[in-house]
């Protein structure tokens, strides 16, 4: 993710300005429908590994590959993560799709505000490789704990820049959004693998990261109707703190072991 933010955003500028944004959304659409054909014609079955159950879950439903989804939407594990993938992705989409046009309305030159944009992009990259080393050695939970208040400081301090707009503070800013953003996906990804291994873990992950789909929709989408009515970003800051905190205190309800 990181490291396609770094690729895509210089790219998309650049065709922008050699075509216009009309056909530049044409070529993205078209990149992404050959993307989608390529990823229709892998051989899936020769890379799928034949796995046994192994879960609570999985030993309940033998092994039967229908419905083991169903058996993981009775449990309350899946709907804990299920909401932290909502609530994070709302906490950050709260934020990132205005991102540049925060920074801009503040007072910073519209090239520092992309340039922030793509180094906060490149840091997810070194923020998601290292969660997963880290909560092996430190603990998950205590990891993802770090992660949402480095997150929520980031919030904060770009919350700051409203009022003193100056250089370091951005920095200060961007350096922990950047290295908490996508920490959280590794972490979930672990304990849904360790919860619900087995047959159906594609089918079930996959429901569960909807999460993250409909979390951005309605940050991204709540994030214009606070500017629409307040004519600032003060409040979806506001909005988003709460929900790094919910977040986090999600993460501590989860038995790390647990199939309930």
């Given at each position: 993710m990181?490291?396609?933010?770094?690729?895509?955003?210089?790219v998309?500028n650049q065709?922008i300005?050699?075509?216009g944004?009309r056909?530049t959304?044409?070529?993205?659409?078209?990149?992404?429908?050959?993307?989608?054909?390529?990823v229709?014609v892998?051989?899936?079955?020769k890379l799928?590994?034949?796995?046994?159950?192994?879960s609570?879950?999985?030993?309940?439903?033998?092994?039967?590959k229908d419905g083991?989804?169903?058996?993981?939407?009775?449990?309350?594990t899946?709907?804990?993560l299920?909401?932290?993938m909502?609530?994070?992705a709302?906490?950050?989409?709260?934020?990132?799709?205005?991102?540049?046009a925060y920074?801009?309305?503040v007072?910073?030159?519209?090239?520092v505000?992309?340039?922030?944009f793509?180094?906060?992009?490149?840091l997810?990259?070194?923020?998601?490789?290292?969660?997963g080393?880290l909560?092996?050695?430190?603990?998950?939970?205590?990891?993802?704990?770090?992660?949402?208040?480095?997150?929520?400081?980031a919030f904060?301090l770009?919350?700051?820049l409203?009022?003193?707009p100056?250089?370091v503070?951005?920095?200060?800013?961007?350096?922990?959004l950047?290295?908490?953003?996508g920490?959280?996906?590794?972490?979930?990804?672990?304990?849904v693998?360790?919860t619900?291994?087995?047959?159906g873990?594609?089918?079930?992950?996959?429901?569960?990261?909807?999460?993250?789909?409909?979390g951005g929709?309605s940050?991204?989408?709540?994030?214009g109707v606070f500017?629409?009515?307040?004519?600032?970003?003060?409040l979806?800051?506001?909005?988003?703190?709460?929900?790094a905190?919910?977040?986090?205190g999600?993460?501590w309800?989860?038995?790390?072991?647990s199939?309930?």
């Open positions: 990181g490291a396609g933010v770094i690729l895509c955003v210089p998309t065709l300005e050699l075509l944004w056909e959304y044409r070529v993205l659409g078209l990149i992404l429908c050959a993307l989608a054909v390529i229709f892998l051989p899936w079955r799928q590994a034949d796995t046994t159950p192994q609570e879950v999985g030993r309940f439903l033998g092994g039967r083991h989804l169903r058996a993981a939407l009775q449990t309350k899946f709907w804990l299920f909401m932290i909502f609530i994070t709302a906490a950050m989409y709260l934020v990132g799709p205005q991102l540049v920074l801009v309305s007072g910073f030159d519209s090239t505000a992309s340039l922030a793509s180094i906060n992009g490149f997810t990259v070194f923020g998601i490789a290292g969660t080393w909560a092996n050695h430190f603990g998950m939970k205590r990891v993802a704990t770090v992660s949402y208040a480095m997150t929520i400081t904060i770009l919350a700051c409203s009022v003193t100056v250089m503070l951005l920095v200060l800013a961007i350096l922990p950047g290295l908490s953003q920490a959280r996906g590794p972490i979930v990804s672990v304990l693998s360790r619900f291994s087995g047959y873990l594609g089918a079930i992950y996959g429901a569960m990261t909807m999460g993250v789909g409909l929709m940050g991204a989408w709540l994030s500017y629409d009515v307040t004519g600032g970003y003060i979806s800051y506001s909005v988003s703190v709460f929900c905190l919910l977040g986090v999600l993460f309800l989860i038995r790390e072991s199939n309930e």
